[in-house]
């Protein structure tokens, strides 16, 4: 997603939130993503993340993307203790399921694409935690 492809959007009133999400995501169309039909390796979980999360999560996964900076409710940090803490079966079921007022990409994301994508949180979240060396005095 580039800036420009939502940049100029104002946030929507909410009864037009839907038709919005989907024109700046994709999800929840009938639309079907070519990785549904062509699961790739773990590798892919960085590109499926770059294309359908990081609008929203931002590319480090603090809940500041693009969207969110132009109004759009913001989500929760992946580096809160809680979410560090949450088995990888919960983002799983949260990218195709869905979360709150967050849609599911169970039409887009194939289950070996979702673990991709749950694989690279993960690989996130370590990022962020404090370095043994760093800590040391
Ligand atoms: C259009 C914005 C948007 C996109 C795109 C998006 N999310 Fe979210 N996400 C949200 C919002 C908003 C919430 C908070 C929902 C709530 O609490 O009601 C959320 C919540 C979450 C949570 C936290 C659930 C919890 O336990 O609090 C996870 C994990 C998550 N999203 C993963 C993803 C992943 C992975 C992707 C990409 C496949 C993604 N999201 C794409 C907006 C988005």
Redesign the pocket.
């Known amino acids: 997603m580039s800036a420009a492809a939502c940049g100029r959007t104002a946030p929507p009133p909410a009864r037009r939130r839907r038709a919005w999400?989907r024109r700046?995501?994709g999800?929840g169309g009938r639309r079907r993503h070519a990785a549904a039909r062509d699961p790739r390796p773990a590798g892919a979980g960085e590109a499926q993340?770059a294309i359908?999360?990081t609008?929203?999560?931002g590319a480090a996964g603090a809940g500041d993307g693009m969207?969110v900076r132009h109004g759009?409710?913001?989500?929760?940090s992946?580096h809160t203790a809680r979410?560090r803490a949450?088995p990888a079966r919960?983002?799983y079921d949260?990218?195709g399921d869905g979360?709150?007022?967050?849609y599911g990409?169970g039409d887009r994301?194939a289950p070996p694409d979702r673990w991709a994508?749950v694989a690279y949180?993960r690989a996130l979240q370590l990022s962020r935690l404090p370095r043994a060396a760093e800590a040391a005095p």
């Open positions: 999400w700046a995501t999800a993340y359908f999360c609008p929203c999560h969207i759009f409710p913001a989500p929760p992946y979410l949450a919960h983002f949260v990218i979360y709150g007022i967050m990409y994301l994508v949180i």
